[in-house]
């Protein structure tokens, strides 16, 4: 295979720059530079103590944020290669895709956004951009980590055009976006390139098979109750029926992999359909398609429904986790409440900026501040502050 880039892939020298201008790096393309700041950031370190699925998982080797970013991180390096693409602006976006999750998965996230409501909500991907270019104090000359244009429009963008005819989206854009779109034009009614394309699509394939792994480790359900989703029990099956006798575990693992396996090459025949039919030129060609090139076949995004149907009804939805997302759901709420009432409970240097910002300013920051917490710190801070006086509601 020739090492050669594609015509329709980003090319980096073609880079639209940063917010904050700054000197080429002389040994690593502007992707990787930014791929490198993700990696080396705090919001990235903090992923390891974060909910994916199990809030504080008993066992060592249940799915973090970080082990997830890191999973979605390979497979999308490995499709970015086989379609000649920028393989380091694929890995910097799925690297980067979950740094705006708060505490606890989505349980910290949803009642982080009913808490927000009054004052625009809350969303992780909008919270992503906000640790780029405003949380992470890290850097003289500017807040954030100053990531390029392609990888700002690939992480705002990574789920598809954000405003358009019949996109529900449009009347009410999380006001980080609109103020980055503003300064530094997004093309939000467009696609984004390739590489944002794979990233999202890697995400998927890992999220679904990680869990359905993490699932039958922790026994919220069985290798039997699999027969619900036809195609994954016919490779659990094969895998069973050509190895008699093995282990279970290794059943689980060869099977999940398998599965992976099938997903990215679906998406390789699809997208290489797709290319073929559309014959981009380049990059602005892919963001003008009007649909993304890179994609599952019709056949295989049924298989994707039918997996997460199951994931939500035994796993997401499981008694043991739904308690504990309830409990997680209290915590942030109380959190919230708490310390948008006494700000003196936040640390000195968020205490400073909530000054004279106003109450929307004040409960923004105190999201923030909230969102970037681990699920243990989140659980600690919860302790001490209810010791301290603040009671339960």
């Not at 808490?115 to 405003?134: A, I, K, S, Y």
Request: hydrophobic content about 40%.
């Amino acid at each position: 295979m020739s090492d050669r880039i594609a015509p329709f892939a980003t090319r980096w020298q073609d880079s639209r720059g940063r917010l904050h201008p700054e000197p080429e790096d002389g040994t690593r393309t502007p992707f990787q530079h930014d791929r490198d700041r993700i990696i080396h950031c705090t919001a990235f370190r903090r992923l390891k103590h974060k909910t994916q699925v199990f809030v504080s998982p008993e066992g060592d080797h249940f799915r973090t944020r970080l082990t997830h970013s890191l999973e979605v991180s390979q497979i999308a390096r490995s499709i970015a290669r086989r379609l000649r693409l920028d393989e380091d602006l694929a890995e910097c976006l799925a690297l980067a895709h979950d740094l705006g999750h708060p505490p606890f998965g989505h349980a910290g996230e949803e009642a982080l956004d009913a808490m927000m409501r009054p004052w625009g909500g809350f969303d992780h991907n909008e919270q992503t951009l906000r640790v780029l270019t405003r949380l992470e104090q890290r850097y003289a000359a500017f807040d954030g980590l100053n990531p390029t244009w392609e990888t700002v429009e690939g992480l705002v963008k990574h789920n598809g055009p954000l405003v358009g005819e019949g996109n529900p989206q449009a009347a009410a854009l999380p006001p980080t976006i609109a103020e980055i779109d503003r300064r530094w034009d997004l093309e939000l009614a467009s696609w984004p390139g390739p590489e944002a394309q794979v990233a999202a699509l890697a995400d998927d394939i890992a999220y679904d098979h990680h869990d359905l792994d993490d699932g039958l480790r922790a026994g919220l359900f069985a290798i039997a109750d699999l027969e619900a989703v036809p195609h994954v029990a016919a490779v659990f099956r094969d895998v069973g029926d050509r190895y008699p006798g093995l282990e279970r575990s290794r059943i689980v693992h060869e099977s999940v992999r398998r599965l992976i396996g099938g997903m990215i090459e679906d998406v390789m025949e699809e997208t290489t359909r797709r290319l073929a039919a559309a014959r981009p030129r380049d990059v602005r060609d892919i963001r003008g398609l009007g649909q993304p090139v890179v994609a599952f076949s019709g056949a295989m995004r049924e298989k994707d429904r039918a997996l997460k149907r199951f994931l939500f009804g035994n796993m997401y939805r499981n008694d043991a986790v739904a308690r504990e997302a309830a409990e997680a759901s209290r915590i942030v709420e109380d959190l919230f409440g708490w310390l948008v009432a006494d700000i003196a409970a936040l640390p000195v240097e968020w205490r400073q900026t909530a000054e004279g910002v106003g109450e929307a300013g004040r409960a923004r920051l105190v999201a923030d501040y909230i969102a970037g917490m681990t699920d243990r710190y989140a659980s600690d801070l919860h302790a001490r502050l209810a010791q301290g006086g603040h009671g339960e509601k």
